[in-house]
């Protein structure tokens, strides 16, 4: 008989229909496929066991995280693959039951059952998360928060650096990434235009990088707001040790409950992901009762691409289980419409997609060279959760499968005077 790596390259390469150029290592050392290609490491039969039970790209993280699939040489090249022949056509049960209607796939599948070994379903790994259906409660927002951000900070400064910013930064030549996240912040503040004894609300504030760097740089008062306990604590020491606690309030609080504005500006890094499109409204509605007239709102977000029939859209399994739980992505244009339906002008929209895509490949770089301290710090499970998702989300940027957007919206008054400058883009120069 066929050793079992030759066998799961073949039946890989029915049930794709096209070759599949990285090498297969399997459980009986033996080996298939280019020899200087990365390989995809089958380490034992669960594997298998596990893409039966949840065929697609569910299957496939659990596969990962709980290490029975793992990956020889360059991720990235492993994940291209994966991306342009599985994950692109994973469509659900439709596109399975497609897919099972040809003779060949048929076959390859009992081919698979006969490998995998006795048909019992694995337990999913502890670092996934029950899928429910997404309230955006206050009570469900704050575990969700507590699911991705409550796993140590020093887990977040090994990915992070000493910047302990998360979310995309600002990319000239050259450039760091300390320097590249000073630089987003900076165009955040220069956006809203931040002058002495001003008001900021930062929403989502993270460890308080946003808040420090207004209120040192700009001499602004500074509310920043979260879920997470950890990243309050953390950050009311950052703010302590800078000698800015006259200056910088760090609260655990959600945006729905702040109730002390009016404010000059609003920011919103990388936290609107987490609001769901239902309640999205409510959000911007909320921000905009919060500023004064003339005040501004700097949104930056994640996008997704459109899709023709917009009630199809589904949530990215594996996010969804083991990263960002409820969290939900949406197009840039229903986005501007929300904002533009609470009351906000929208005056200008920046893309930074490729800033992102810089921004993962360094945050996997730290974590590769960290690996071992990462898994003491959280768990194997854990860490291998964040390689696969920076990692996909790197390439995913790269394609223009996701993007990220900056959106500057003023609370214009009746009179009509926004208070921007004939030409605002000056803050590029």
Known sequence: MADAASRLRKLAEQLLGAPLPVRIRAWDGSQDGPPDAPALVVRNRRALRRLLFKPGELGLARAWVSGDLDVEGDLYRVLEVIAGQVWERDEGARGLAEALRDPEVRAAGRELLRLAGPPIPPAPPREEVRRRRHLHTRHSDRRAISHHYDVGNDFYELVLGPSMVYSCAYWQDGGTLESAQRDKLELVCAKLGLTPGQRLLDVGCGWGSMAIHAAREHGVRVVGVTLSQEQAAYARKRVADEGLTDRVEIRV?????????????????????????????????????????????????????????????????????????????????????QLERAGFEVRDVESIREHYARTLRQWVSRLEAGRDRAMRLTSPGRTRVWLLYMAACALAFERNRIGVNQVLAVRTPDSGDSGLPLRTRTWNT
């Open 253 to 337: 609080q959600d945006y729905r409950d702040v109730a002390d504005g009016p404010y000059d500006a609003i920011s919103s890094i990388g936290m609107a992901e987490h609001v769901g499109a239902e309640r999205y409204l409510e959000y911007a509605s909320d921000l905009y009762a919060l500023l004064r007239p003339g005040g501004r709102l700097l949104n930056h977000q994640i996008a997704r691409r459109p899709q023709r029939d917009e009630s199809s859209y589904e949530v990215d399994a594996f996010i969804d289980a083991y990263v960002f739980p409820d969290g939900e992505l949406a197009p840039i244009g229903t986005t501007v419409t």
